[in-house]
């Protein structure tokens, strides 16, 4: 889906600024934005119509982790995060530190690996993801879908979703 709206020359330079400020491009920032504001809509408007279309039932969870995120060819990192919500299809992940920095390189990330350790099972998983999007706000936050894992690691998830459902 594509929205579009007109922005004055001086809004758009302010936009811009404060993108800027915060590390990101400005199609980065606006997304955030409106994501922000029409989350912030939905719940103050108790909106129950609303329907979950993914694929697969996520869990929210709290879980610490470990994510190699390859910033550049030559440069690989990995920072302490923590396991938000998870599927059997995708996760989302936050960073515990987020300087302007680490969120400048983190919205050109296409991929990253996520290690951490399954807590009804004591099981350690890696997972690699495609980045879909990332957020910011006080943490940077970042959604991504699974690929190239091995099934073993997809049904433990996959049960630890059902199992956080169910209770």
Known sequence: MIISFYLE????????????GKGLDI????????????SKVSKAENVDS??????HPRAK??????????ISDKELRSYP???????????????????SDLVRKLSNVSSF????????????????CKCLRHYVSEN?????????????????????VKDSIAH
Request: proline share 1%.
């Open 9 to 20: 020359r001086e809004e758009f330079h302010a936009l811009r600024e404060l993108a800027e």
């Open 27 to 38: 199609n980065s920032y606006a997304k955030n934005i409106l994501n922000r504001y029409l």
């Open 50 to 55: 609303y329907h979950d279309k993914r694929a």
């Open 61 to 70: 969870v709290s879980i610490s982790g470990v994510s190699c995120v390859n």
């Open 81 to 99: 995060v923590v396991v938000e919500d998870i599927s059997k299809g995708g996760i989302r992940i936050s960073f515990k530190k987020s300087s």
């Open 113 to 128: 690996e996520v290690v951490f350790t399954i807590p009804q099972q004591s099981q350690i998983v890696s997972l690699s």
């Open 140 to 160: 940077v936050s970042i959604v991504g879908t699974f690929e190239g894992n091995d099934d073993n690691a997809i049904t433990m998830v996959d049960s630890m």
